[in-house]
């Protein structure tokens, strides 16, 4: 059973970081895409960041660009979101995605990901 566990979310002030980690299970995505999604209440899930197999290609969401980072551990087959400068528009549930194309470049489509994490809550206060 193929899983995406996300943490790391919680609770922070105006201008904090925090750090989001997707650990997979039950296949590897070390050659798939993966990316981050959020989606605050009453608004539609968005991309914020996506990355290809080998970590060389990232893109962002306008919103955080220059304020999020991107990464990944294959050998650990792990995802994770770096969230800096943070602000109270960024409250949202974060979820993590993988998808299982061979493509070797990003997806920003959420429909481009087979699989889902159950997400993880972020709230910045102001």
């Known amino acids: 059973q193929v899983q995406l566990v996300e943490s790391g979310g919680g609770l922070v002030q105006t201008g904090g970081s925090v750090r989001l980690s997707c650990a997979a299970s039950g296949r590897t995505f070390s050659r798939n895409a993966m990316g981050w999604f959020r989606q605050a209440p009453g608004k539609e899930r968005e991309f914020v960041a996506g990355?290809?197999?080998?970590?060389?290609?990232?893109n962002y969401v306008d919103s955080v660009k220059g304020r999020f980072g991107i990464s990944r551990d294959n050998a650990k087959n792990t995802v994770y979101l770096q969230m800096n400068s943070l602000k109270p528009e960024d409250t949202a549930v974060y979820y993590c995605a993988a998808s299982t194309s061979g493509y070797p470049g990003t997806y920003t489509y959420a429909t481009r990901y087979d699989y889902w994490g159950q997400g993880t809550q972020v709230t910045v206060s102001s």
């Open positions: 990355i290809n197999w080998s970590g060389e290609i990232t």
